[in-house]
């Protein structure tokens, strides 16, 4: 599974574009689903969010998608999710803090967005966005926290168009740049490593504040 997944996301050009080669007016559909899961479940982080963004947007630019359609369609996906994660952790949430440990939540992840919460504060809605896993987690502890749903629903629609239009505009302008298209799978690489630098520089620095504290 793990080859699979890996293979996928780093080949998303290709798989997207047989998707809408295939199945047409139906791809908008699957995209919609796959960000409003990354984004919308706690239990499916591991979904392709900025690569995919910045991948329909490249094929965009090629003709194979309508860019215009796709930043509206994808901006409601990432809301919805959102909106539907902040839900559950209202109504699950404090269950799932009580019980300790979860089979299905790792509390690492938690913990981290917990961290994110404490330092960014409402604003992790937003900034949230740009950083995988932290993002899946951070409308589901706004809701197990109670955060005021109006305050959290102007976060996240600012936080959703803002993501997907710099993605998604960021294929269709530079996607297929002659250096980009050839080197495709690296620059998806680099999207992923980029995107996981904040959560590691803030988990050293946790780490190392943790160490000071015991000594």
């Known amino acids: 599974m793990l080859d699979t997944l890996l293979e996928f996301i780093f080949h998303l050009d290709r798989h997207i574009d047989a998707v809408v080669v295939q199945y047409g007016t139906f791809a908008y559909a699957l995209l ?24 329909v947007g490249a094929l ?58 404490e330092k960014y504060g409402s604003m992790t809605i937003i900034l949230a966005r740009f950083v995988p896993i932290v993002r899946t987690f951070a409308p589901f502890v706004a809701g197990i926290g109670r955060m005021t749903y109006w305050r959290f629903l102007t976060y996240n629609v600012v936080g959703g168009i803002v993501w997907v239009v710099l993605f998604v505009l960021g294929g269709y302008f530079f996607g297929n740049l002659r250096v980009v298209r050839d ?25 190392r504040l943790s160490g000071r504290q015991r000594a």
């Not at 539907?84 to 967005?113: E, K």
């Not at 490593?193 to 803030?202: C, G, K, Q």
């Open 32 to 55: 919609f689903a796959v960000i409003f899961a990354e984004t919308g479940l706690v239990l499916t982080p591991f979904l392709p969010g900025d690569s995919l963004l910045f991948t």
């Open 60 to 117: 965009a630019a090629r003709g194979s998608l309508n860019v215009a359609g796709l930043i509206l369609l994808l901006a409601a996906a990432a809301i919805a999710g959102d909106t539907v994660n902040y839900w559950i952790g209202a109504a699950v949430g404090p269950r799932v803090f009580r019980a300790g440990r979860s089979r299905w939540l790792n509390p690492r992840h938690l913990d981290r967005t917990h961290q994110f919460y």
């Open 183 to 207: 080197n495709f799978t690296l620059v998806i690489l680099a999207i992923i490593v980029i995107s996981l630098v904040p959560p590691f520089i803030e988990f050293v620095r946790h780490r």
